[in-house]
T-cell receptor
Framework: GAVVSQHPSWVICKSGTSVKIECRSL??????MFWYRQFPKQSLMLMAT?????????EQGVEKDKFLINHASLTLSTLTVTSAHPEDSSFYIC?????????????????FGPGTRLTVL | EDQVTQSPEALRLQEGESSSLNCSYT??????LFWYRQDPGKGPEFLFT???AGEEKEKERLKATLTKKESFLHITAPKPEDSATYLC?????????????FGDGTTLTVKP
């Protein structure tokens, strides 16, 4: 299947610092990527839709200036948590929808990365 | 508004004890229904896509079926390694944005 990577897999930072998380589609191109947040024993919460070459679309209640998303190429989207605070500690997961390459978009499946565990002290 | 409800919330089975997980959905036109498996501390792993009522897909001990209102994930003779949270998601036909609505998942525990 399609492979999506995330880096780093875990990060610990001090309150007030910014953290960047990368999401890459390894064997396909993705015009659309999604960023989710997941708390322990809870389901996925969609934060934003990242579109290559345009501004991200944020879900209601998600602070655009807090969670900066950049989708500069067909294989890379980044999420930057700015001025992180302990309440931002969570499991962040990205997913990608294939457009070209070995997979076509007609089915709209999302392929997920392994996730990034963020802990803000 | 699209809705996905999964039941039960948690399911405990003995190894070899077959059962089914349910995903009920309400959507304005279904483009696809997806099943994922998620292990603790990892991202969801894609399992199946179903497009129309009556369709079935199989993979090892798992079989997914679809009706106009719900989908079932049947697990035959499960093994402990099948323990995970299973997520269901629907993609509506009225949007091409790619957003899916996810259920809260069913956490399956298979005891040896």
């Amino acid at each position: 299947g399609a492979v999506v990577s995330q880096h780093p897999s875990w990060v610990i930072c001090k309150s007030g610092t910014s953290v960047k998380i990368e999401c890459r589609s390894l064997d396909f191109q993705a015009t659309t990527m999604f960023w989710y947040r997941q708390f322990p024993k809870q389901s996925l919460m969609l934060m934003a839709t990242s579109n290559e070459g345009s501004k991200a679309t944020y879900e209601q209640g998600v602070e655009k200036d807090k969670f900066l998303i950049n989708h500069a190429s067909l294989t890379l989207s980044t999420l930057t948590v700015t001025s992180a605070h302990p309440e931002d500690s969570s499991f962040y997961i990205c997913s990608a929808r294939a457009v070209t390459g070995k997979f076509t978009v007609v089915h709209n499946e999302q392929f997920f990365g392994p996730g990034t565990r963020l802990t803000v002290l | 508004e699209d809705q996905v409800t999964q039941s039960p919330e948690a399911l405990r089975l003995q190894e070899g004890e077959s059962s089914s997980l349910n995903c009920s959905y309400t959507v304005s036109g279904l483009r696809g229904l997806f099943w994922y498996r998620q292990d603790p501390g990892k991202g969801p792993e894609f399992l199946f896509t179903l497009y129309s009522a009556g369709e079935e897909k199989e993979k090892e001990r798992l079989k997914a079926t679809l009706t106009k209102k719900e989908s079932f994930l049947h697990i035959t003779a499960p093994k402990p390694e099948d323990s995970a949270t299973y997520l269901c998601a629907v993609h509506p036909s009225y949007t091409n944005a790619g957003k899916s609505t996810f259920g809260d998942g069913t956490t399956l525990t298979v005891k040896p």
